[in-house]
């Protein structure tokens, strides 16, 4: 079975400094992996994701994750944090070998700090 | 383009009384997905239908909790009876794929409190 976890529920930053968001997941297959973002009272919005093209992935907003199969991590990360990325993010994998489901991470609240 | 329209965005009601909560996915997309959000338990999924049709419910929490998507424009949480548990962030989401590899678009969700 699939699965994702991320490392950190809570991360802080100062603001211009960079954002390192982890987030390991187990597959049997060429996973399609995601990165969310949940501002407050909002809906999830797609950051970006992988699909098995590049293994770096650029996004919305400066982030981008790079897909590592060896170390089965698709960390996400920013060179410089806005106070507008404070922010809840999931990571998430998409199980097609059987169940078809997208599986959530539980979620990193990013917090920056003036 | 409209994106996912959620209704009522906020719902306060009483222990024993239906609830139902409103989708209208993006058009064009076939997968329609219901997902649960609370501090406890993350984000859950409940319903997934995939050209209207129920395909995996196995998230719902109990026979008090039922899904519709009479056609491909509209789908209907309810709860009855709703119970204070139920509490949560009620989220519709769809999607252009059915095969599990394409973009969730989110609705702003639906704020369920059952005192």
């Known amino acids: 079975a699939q699965s994702v976890t991320q490392l950190d529920s809570h991360v802080s930053v100062s603001e211009g400094t960079p954002v390192l968001l982890r987030c390991n997941y187990s597959s049997s297959y060429s996973p399609s992996l995601f990165w969310y973002v949940q501002h407050p009272n909002k809906g999830l919005q797609l950051l970006l994701k992988?699909?098995?093209?590049?293994?770096l992935v650029k996004g919305i907003n400066g982030f981008e994750a790079e897909f590592k199969k060896s170390e089965t991590s698709f960390h996400l990360t920013k060179p410089s944090a806005h106070m507008s990325d404070a922010a809840e993010y999931f990571c998430?994998?998409?199980?097609?070998?059987?169940?078809?489901?997208?599986?959530f991470g539980t979620g990193t609240r990013l917090k920056v700090l003036a | 383009d409209a994106g996912v329209i959620q209704s009522p965005r906020h719902e306060v009601t009483e222990m024993g009384q239906e609830v139902t909560l409103r989708c209208k996915p993006i058009s064009g997309h076939n997968s329609l997905f219901w997902y649960r959000q609370t501090m406890m338990r993350g984000l859950e999924l409940l319903i997934y239908f995939n050209n209207n049709v129920p395909i995996d419910d196995s998230g719902m929490p109990e026979d008090r909790f039922s899904a519709k998507m009479p056609n491909a424009s509209f789908s209907t949480l309810k709860i009855q009876p709703s119970e204070p548990r139920d509490s949560a962030v009620y989220f519709c989401?769809?999607?252009?794929?059915?095969?599990?590899?394409?973009?969730?678009?989110f609705g702003e969700g639906s704020r369920l409190t059952v005192l």
């Open positions: 992988y699909t098995s093209a590049a293994t």
């Open positions: 989401a769809s999607s252009r794929d059915s095969i599990f590899t394409g973009e969730l678009f």
């Open positions: 998430v994998v998409s199980d097609t070998s059987g169940t078809y489901k997208y599986i």
